[in-house]
């Protein structure tokens, strides 16, 4: 069974600042890792979406890396900004016939002016 | 419609109601989804629907719980005789006909049982 797992569950930094974001799953078997936004109240935003047989995606200051054999993903988000506030969550799309996320239980980021 | 709407945005109801809750998908995308959202933990997967192929229903927590998708577009959750545990925000999304393609999230319903 696949489990997700995000650390830090929260994050506090001042704005400027390069922060990673982990995501740890346990079945290497992932079809493919896509890392949404959620703001409080609201639903996710797609971020990232990175297929198996990719190393990393790009998107602004936005670059997440998986590494399938250790069965980590990371979000690099670089010169943080206080819009960056939000809550992050990484969920590993497995092939069980169709394309099943499942997901971690995020990381809360506050960005601070 | 330019992404995936969902409604209501909010739900107050009485324990023992039944309550629906729609989804209208991205126009074109054949895959949709409901996930549910407890507070403090992560999304859960409910339903899945690929055009007319049979849904694949295994994450849905108990009977009371049924969806329908018709015409292969909207879909209606519907959750009977509500209980304060199926209080959560139900998200819904859908996504185009590659099985590795992203997914796209509505608002989602917020779910509230007194």
């Known amino acids: 069974k696949q489990e997700v797992t995000q650390i830090p569950a929260a994050l506090s930094v001042p704005e400027g600042e390069n922060l990673v974001l982990n995501c740890s799953f346990t079945?290497?078997?992932?079809?493919?890792l896509q890392w949404f936004r959620q703001d409080p109240g609201k639903g996710l935003t797609s971020l990232l979406l990175i297929q198996s047989s990719q190393r990393e995606q790009t998107s602004g200051r936005l670059n997440a890396s998986l590494d399938k054999s250790s069965g980590r993903s990371t979000l690099y988000i670089a010169a943080s900004q206080p819009g960056d506030s939000a809550t992050y969550l990484c969920?590993?799309?497995?092939?069980?016939?169709?394309?099943?996320?499942?997901f971690g239980t995020g990381t809360r980021l506050l960005v601070s002016p | 419609g330019a992404g995936v709407s969902q409604s209501p945005s909010n739900k107050v109801t009485e324990k023992g109601k039944d309550v629906e809750l729609r989804c209208d998908p991205i126009s074109g995308h054949t895959a949709l989804y409901w996930y549910r959202q407890s507070l403090g933990q992560g999304l859960e997967f409910l339903i899945y629907?690929?055009?007319?192929?049979?849904?694949?229903k295994s994450g849905l927590p108990s009977d009371r719980f049924s969806a329908e998708r018709t015409g292969g577009s909207v879909s209606t959750l519907t959750i009977q005789r509500t209980q304060q545990e199926d209080s959560a925000v139900y998200l819904c999304a859908s996504a185009g006909r590659l099985a590795a393609g992203e997914l796209f999230f509505g608002e989602g319903s917020r779910l509230t049982v007194l």
């Open positions: 629907f690929q055009g007319n192929s049979a849904p694949d």
């Open positions: 079945d290497s078997a992932i079809y493919n």
């Open positions: 969920a590993g799309g497995m092939n069980t016939g169709f394309q099943k996320l499942v």
